[in-house]
């Protein structure tokens, strides 16, 4: 296929990119979602500064779309299964695979999201000649949680070398990833630019009433990944706890889909927890926004364990004035704690306690989600959206 030249190279996960910029360019929304997609915020960017763009995704679909101003195609990534060294080698060749295409479409500068080649893999790119501006959604590593054995510490400094070297500017999700990235280049600041999930602010205009205090049962809600890692069979631990000790009081829904769903379906049942534990799976975005509006609160429980670099879930509650529990590995509690309880990472009965404590104090559940009300003008600011960010590359695509 014909790969005419374009200013910005986009690197995305494995989400179908294709079928986003089909339902973009259509004007219409996924369903499935209650953010504004951060590649649909970058055609709006492109768009508007009538900036040409390929943008790729490694989706196992195969598929493109090529017209005057955008290439869009899903490039799948092919995994290699060889014991230790599998998965570098899949980084590796994928790289490559970028890199000639950089070279035929030869962009001004490449924005590469986390997750697709690797950090340790962003010199082959910059071999094209481009800038290259990593999009950074995940953390280095869990935040409060920096490993400091001898390997984590070469890979820190490998990673220093190459921000200093190769990178042109860093586009981060939070506070926390930004000061973990400059971490890297000691003594040398490094350009980054925040940004924010977004949210679509006429679907949001009028806010939701807050869960009546006194309705019962409590209902805990959580949304996202059904993965170890985020901490989800944790949740069915404090289920068990509080059934036992208040039987019928608390109510746990899970939304979501994951390598675990299955696995957590069968513990609900083998537990006995099916009258007051639900795993409902994926849900539309109306489906998913009324589970939100019937839940008291949210429940965000990432463990040590995964280097979380936002959890949008927590933004996405508060807008809908749904107060928060979660641990100060989930970077979204800085920015967003006037509506956040603190428990302490991994620790079950720490969950326990903030849930017993909130449901058990009518002016305590009212502090936050006033506070909520009061961050969700900010929330639905577009001055943090990952489009006002992309304004930072305009001079390189100019300029080139």
Known sequence: MHKPQRDILYLEGPGDIVAVYETWRTRGDFNSVTVITFSGQLFDFCKMGHHSICAVSYCAKPAAI???????????????????IGYALTLLVYSVRLFLLALRVKPKVILVSSGVIGWAFLPVLKLSGAKLVPVMHNALWPEGHKPHHAIAAFI?????????????????????????????????????VPFRPSFPADSFKTAPKPR???DRPFRIMYAGRIEENKGVFDI????????????????????????????LQERIRALGLTDTVRALGKLSRSDLIAQYLESHIVIVPTRSTCAEGYAMVVAEAIVLLRPVITSSVVPAAETLKEAVVLANTDDIQSY???????????GLYQRLVDGAQRLRKALLDDIYSFRHALTSINLAITNK
């Open 236 to 263: 069915l631990a404090i289920a068990r706890s509080l059934n036992e000790s208040a039987a019928g009081q608390f109510e746990f829904v899970f939304c979501g889909d994951g390598n675990e769903l299955m696995s």
């Open 212 to 214: 009546a205090f006194f």
């Open 66 to 84: 090529v017209d005057e101003q955008f290439t869009v195609m899903n490039l799948p990534r092919r995994n290699i299964e060889l014991p230790k």
């Open 156 to 192: 820190r400094r490998c990673y220093g070398l190459i921000w200093k070297r190769c990178v042109w500017l860093t586009i981060a999700v939070s506070p926390a990833v930004e000061r973990q990235v400059q971490s890297l280049a000691t003594n040398t600041p490094l350009s980054i």
């Open 352 to 362: 326990i306690a903030a849930i017993s404590a909130i449901s058990l104090d009518a």
